[in-house]
């Protein structure tokens, strides 16, 4: 699948079925958050096979069920912009290998979660990994003019980079960003209060690059 069938086919998903995750699967996505951790300077782990923190041996826990898999999202404190620009990075290479996920930041069981804080850590939040029971369901969300100042006849790379950024996950889908243009400069910013704003910017971005193959800035 290209890019854009990547972002297009990945959904939230909250139910998972009891199967192992393939070990060369596996082995794909630690080479992906080694990478990713060296590029970030993050402290990202993929734990697998652990049922406590989604409570999986029990019918359901929150809106989970049967998850054993997910990736903490660790790292030095203020870099919640990387945590959401890699964390997703991290997300798309798992649905391109076939494994569903979802972000999430209260409902698992934080006392029974593994992985590892070092000094000056916190952990941003934990993505549920697995095989779904269904491949999860689109939701509505904004247009691209919506969250930019996009007008016809804008550059094809510009568009391309906010069709793919408002196919990005956001908490509770808020999509509270907005792009602006001024040229082959692009600016990304938060829209609005709401929660988890600075780690959704980082999605965004990484949505956009993908999409656009051009580098953005903050404001």
């Not at 393939?22 to 630690?30: F, G, S, T």
């Not at 951790?37 to 069920?65: V, W």
């Not at 391109?96 to 593994?114: F, M």
């Amino acid at each position: 699948m290209d890019a854009f069938e990547v972002m297009r086919a990945r959904h939230s998903v909250r139910s998972f079925l009891d199967r192992p995750l393939d070990p060369e699967a596996v082995a794909v996505l630690r080479a992906e958050i080694d990478a990713c951790n060296r590029e970030s300077g993050l402290h990202m782990q993929l734990i697998t096979d652990e049922p406590e923190a989604f409570q999986a041996g029990k019918p359901s826990y929150g809106q989970f069920r049967g998850c054993r898999n997910y990736l903490m999202l660790v790292g030095p404190k203020g870099k919640d912009l990387e945590a959401g620009y890699y964390g997703e990075r991290v997300v798309l290479k798992a649905q391109e290998l076939g494994i569903n996920s979802c972000w999430v930041a209260l409902t698992y069981r934080k006392d029974k979660a593994q992985g590892e804080e070092g000094p000056g850590e916190k952990r941003y939040l934990v993505i549920a990994l697995g095989y779904g029971a269904t491949n999860g369901v689109p939701h509505k969300g904004k247009s691209i003019t919506d969250v930019s100042d996009y007008r016809e006849g804008d550059p094809d790379w510009y568009r391309r980079g906010l069709e793919a950024a408002i196919l990005a996950p956001t908490a509770v889908n808020q999509q509270k960003f907005r792009f602006e243009r001024d040229g082959d400069r692009v600016t990304l910013k938060v829209a609005g209060l709401g929660f988890y704003t600075k780690l959704d910017l980082g999605i965004v971005q990484y949505h956009f690059e993908l999409g656009s193959g051009r580098r953005i800035v903050h404001s």
